[in-house]
């Protein structure tokens, strides 16, 4: 089965910025879209940034500008850099793959950003 371990969140300032990464592991092909989801506490899990098969990477507006997604060649690790780190982006960030027909996700890793 697929295994995906995020790791990087932490305690930042309003401005700051974090690296978060998601290992990848257990995949029998190429995973198809891998992105990252956050959720805040009585909210749904919110859709963040995506990189398709080709890496080309797509954000909601709130974070365009200020995320970057990326991957390595062999698509076993992602990453989400942040910076310009706002109240806002308080959450649990979580890490996605597909392979169809199949989607998987990691455990969550906290985001907190405070004064």
């Known amino acids: 089965q697929v295994h995906l371990v995020e790791s990087g969140g932490g305690l930042v300032q309003p401005g700051g910025s974090l690296r978060l990464s998601c290992v990848v592991s257990?995949?029998?092909?190429?995973?198809?879209?891998m992105g990252w989801y956050r959720q805040v506490p009585g909210k749904k899990r919110e859709f963040v940034a995506k990189i398709n098969s080709v890496g080309l990477p797509y954000y909601t507006d709130s974070v365009r500008g200020r995320f970057t997604i990326s991957r390595n060649d062999d698509k076993s690790v992602l990453w989400l850099q942040m910076s310009s780190l706002k109240l806002e982006d308080t959450a649990v960030y979580y890490c996605?793959?597909?392979?169809?027909?199949?989607?998987?996700w990691g455990q969550g890793t906290q985001v907190t950003v405070s004064s």
């Open positions: 996605n793959v597909d392979v169809d027909p199949s989607s998987y």
């Open positions: 257990g995949s029998i092909r190429s995973p198809d879209t």
